[in-house]
């Protein structure tokens, strides 16, 4: 089970990296499209590349949970947990290096990027083989994801001014 586990988290940090830096561009090139808008970034600010974690994240737990979830009660919650553990990663590694530079740099960025979804997928495997958190069920991990989703869609539409909506 843990090699299948592996090769699952393996192939989702890749599958991850991909569609999130092909998100990146979507937004521009559906002209502007607000609906695209909703699960691409339409700014620069850290907020809303979190999107680009978030939503290939949460397409590759929702397919995993056809091969893993159903048979293990623990995969919910693990997949939230390394989830959000990766939202929360970006904007503290952004934030950090920021404040000791002055400026983002691009290639600084991109990095963060590919350890923040390392590190959602590490800590998610982790869970998996070694952990039994059953404290999620199912609905609630729904509930949860929806709570989220649904602070991605009214920040792209009523942002507010905050400086991790703002653009660095």
Known sequence: MNKKINSYIISGIIFTILLGTLLHFVYEWSGENPIV?????????????????????????????FKFGKKNKNYVCASLIGLISGLFIIPVLFYAYTAITGQSYLATDIIIFIISICAAFAIMGYILKNYNLRFLTLKAGIFLWELIFALFVIFSIFTPDLPIFKEF
């Open 37 to 65: 808008g909703l699960f691409s970034p339409i700014s620069e600010s850290v907020w809303e590349h979190l999107k680009l974690l978030f939503y290939p994240m949460s397409l590759w737990i929702f397919f995993g949970y």
